[in-house]
């Protein structure tokens, strides 16, 4: 994988994490409500199929959150390494780049920089990074 891949990953992981998200809203919409319990009353026996129903729903959703949690985990792994990298210039650039999906030509503009600067260091930036997940890679 290339670092250029590496790190659009992030932007695919916004996806999913978004999409993850609203199927899980979806889904905890389309559960019926519990009834609250009053615990002073006799408690009603319920009927097997209904707490199979209720147990594959609670783990339909925690599996929902553990895929969305994941997609995070590996999202923020892929920030770290750009804020690991030895320039300034290269966090800048690959963080905007990457991390918030601009063009090299707004981030000239919003940085100030020429826009040769800012392609410089966006590939410098990505040899730095093609090297550190080479490494990481072997570990």
Not at 87 to 95: A, D, E, G, P, T
Request: zero cysteines; aromatic letters at 8%.
């Amino acid at each position: 994988m290339t670092a250029k891949q590496y790190l659009s990953r992030i932007e695919k992981l916004d996806m999913l994490i978004e999409s993850k998200k609203d199927e899980l809203n979806s889904f905890r919409d389309t559960l019926p409500a519990l009834p609250s319990q009053n615990l002073s009353e006799e408690r009603v026996q319920t009927s097997p199929q209904k707490d199979a129903s209720f147990t594959r729903s609670i783990e339909r959703v925690m599996e929902m959150e553990t895929a969305i949690d994941k997609y995070r985990d590996e999202r923020q792994e892929i920030i770290d390494n750009i804020y690991s990298l030895s320039s300034i210039s290269y966090i800048k650039v690959l963080s905007q780049k990457y991390i918030y999906h601009k063009s090299l030509r707004m981030i000239s503009k919003e940085l100030e920089y020429s826009y040769d600067w800012v392609t410089k260091s966006h590939r410098k930036g990505l040899l730095e990074m093609e090297k550190l997940i080479t490494i990481k890679s072997l570990h």
